[in-house]
Structure formats: C-alpha cells, structure tokens
C-alpha cells in the first residue's frame, strides 16, 4: 500500500458514473477543492448514511466551490441498485474502481466474509480532500467501515481553511518515513 501524502498530486484517474458519465479528476476539480469519499459498496449500512448525509449537504458543499464525488469498487449493477435501493439521484456515484487504483490512492483493501453479501473485494472508506491542482490537502483513510469523520465539521474545516489561507497539515510525514 503507498502512501499518499499531503501537498503530493494525486495520480489523475478516471471511473464510470451511474448517470452513464465519467469521472475524471483532472477534469472535475472543484475552484477551491474536490471531496472524494470512498465507500464499501452496497453491502454497507453505514456507508448508506454517510452517502445520504453527503446527498442531503451538496448545496453546503457547492457553496464552498467543492465539486463532491462518492466513488466504490461495486460493479455497475451494485452501483445502480445503490442509487435506487438509497435514493442517492443527485450525488455523482463513481463505480468500478480497481484495485490497483485503490491500493495507489493508499485505501485499505478487504475481502468479503463467506456466507455475506459482501463482494469478493471491496475498499474501505475514505475521505480525500483535493486542491485544485490535484494536490492532497486532507485525508481521512480507515481500515474499518465504524467511525466516520462528521461532514458538519469537515465544512467548519473548509470555512476555516478558506478564511484563513491554512495550509495542509502533515506533509513532513515524509521525512519521517527515511
């Protein structure tokens, strides 16, 4: 698993969304950031809440120019029955995620349980907060679906940051990884 670090770019990439677009970061930055929440999949009761928080405070988000994105490794099927299943119509909902692209972005992967309707592999959630060029600026990274950092308190962050030029916060982690 890398590590990706604050003020770092992160690697441009591309998923499809259920609205039969795609998302390309590169493409789809927000003027002040990008919010790319990272969740289980369909199989996740807690991943439904998070998502529907998110739904319901876009409006807080645009008002803060952050373009917001909910990104899984589903497959097209799960993804579709996520927005009809969570009545998620208005969030972007990235789907097809790969491995290789969660394990670049640092998020930790699992195996589905036997005998649950967990898919074979998913990812675990995340948060990360892009400036707009493409560089870290925040990153919440679980390996644990419990736990979710408040959505109320990351647009306190952002008013914060915004109001104050606060620049990202622990990019000397590096130095301490020689």
Request: proline share 6%; glycine share 8%; aromatic share 8%.
């Amino acid at each position: 698993m890398s590590k990706l670090l604050p003020t770092n770019i992160i690697t441009d990439f591309t998923v499809p969304m259920t609205d039969g677009g795609k998302f390309q970061l590169s493409q789809r930055l927000g003027d002040n950031f990008t919010l790319m929440l990272f969740y289980r999949g369909l199989h996740c009761p807690i991943c439904r809440m998070q998502l529907s928080d998110l739904q319901g405070k876009l409006g807080d988000f645009a008002k803060r120019k952050t373009t917001v994105v909910a990104i899984s490794m589903d497959n097209r099927d799960r993804a579709q029955q996520t927005v009809e299943q969570w009545g998620i119509e208005e969030l972007m909902l990235g789907y097809g995620m790969g491995e290789d692209l969660a394990r670049n972005l640092g998020l930790y992967i699992s195996s589905g349980r036997p005998g649950s309707k967990e898919p074979r592999i998913f990812s675990e959630p995340a948060l990360l907060l892009a400036k707009p060029d493409r560089t870290l600026y925040f990153a919440s990274i679980q390996s644990m679906p419990f736990t979710r950092p408040s959505l109320d308190q990351l647009l306190q962050g952002l008013d914060y940051a915004l109001d104050h030029d606060y620049p990202a916060r622990g990019d000397l982690a590096e130095s301490a990884l020689a």
